[in-house]
């Protein structure tokens, strides 16, 4: 059975586990906390409800976990806990969040208690991980924390991103038995719509349905999707995971995302296959995954 009382200290996602479990003595915890709270640094722990004490003499809601020898307590205000008004404290219990350690031996009824800052947590994993997130093909490591109809909604470095269930697995059976607080390596996809994170957990993964030895030789001509248009390249994809970089420098019409287009392989480098477009006028578009 999983530790609730444990700590991970990391900088991969929000709920991350990824990390070695830290379980910490009374007089460990004291060392620990005073260097957690003069580096900044970012720890996971598991909420398990809410609870209302005093602090400066005045009575607030807390959120609160147990991590053996301490209490860690997280404010509801949004300024702590990155909730918006209209939001329920309690969508933060039963599930491990990040925090940033602010304070710790304050004194509850007796209790050793660490207080931490969820929104700063937040906006300390972004900082840290904008490029990783910011650029497709790179990877990351993402936790479910939501589940909607075709997607996974997934806190990808800090960010919120989506995860179609289509790219969940190659295999269709398993692609709805993703849960709340998983946690795996994806990749950055491209995507039109400004501001929004796209990844995949299987263009990780081996395709079964495609011989992992497949090779292709300079002068094969292949059918290929425009994924990508960025940085003067044109990347596109000829089955899930596997591109090949077009210049499209000489192009008479560059085609868009979406398009259909006939390349023929140049060569491979250390960034994959390259090629030219043997046809320079799109094809018929696709619809969008």
């Known amino acids: 059975m999983e530790n609730l009382r444990a700590v991970y200290v990391n900088t991969f996602a929000e709920g991350s586990r990824s990390s070695e479990p830290i379980h910490l003595t009374p007089d460990e915890l004291k060392m620990a906390a005073r260097g957690w709270k003069r580096a900044k640094t970012i720890i996971h722990v598991h909420m398990l409800g809410l609870q209302h004490m005093k602090m400066n003499g005045e009575t607030r809601a807390f959120l609160v976990g147990d991590i053996g020898p301490a209490k860690v307590i997280l404010p509801v205000e949004p300024e702590y806990s990155n909730l918006t008004e209209d939001n329920d404290p309690l969508t933060l219990t039963e599930r491990w969040i ?62 919120i991103a989506l995860l179609p269930k289509s790219w969940y697995d190659w295999d269709d059976s398993k692609r709805n038995q993703g849960f709340i607080g998983e946690e795996f390596p994806v990749q950055i996809q491209p995507t039109r719509v400004q501001d929004r994170i796209v990844v995949s957990r299987c263009h990780l993964m081996e395709n079964p349905n ?60 250390k960034s994959g296959y390259y090629g030219m477009m043997v046809d320079h006028q799109p094809q018929e578009r696709l619809g969008t995954r």
């Open 98 to 159: 990040c925090g940033m350690v602010e304070d710790f031996d304050l004194q509850d009824e007796g209790d050793s208690t660490i207080l931490i800052n969820r929104k700063r947590g937040l906006e300390r994993l972004q900082e840290l991980n904008a490029e990783r997130v910011s650029k497709p093909g790179h990877r990351a490591t993402g936790v479910i924390v939501d589940i909607r109809q075709g997607a996974y909604v997934m806190n990808v470095g800090g960010y």
């Open 210 to 269: 495609v011989p992992s030895s497949l090779r292709f030789d300079r002068g094969t001509i292949l059918r290929a999707k425009v994924a990508s248009i960025r940085g003067g390249l044109l990347r596109a994809e000829i089955y899930p995971g596997f591109y090949v970089s077009v210049d499209p420098v000489l192009l008479r019409e560059i085609p868009k995302p979406g398009d259909r287009i006939t390349v023929r392989i140049l060569g491979q480098n």
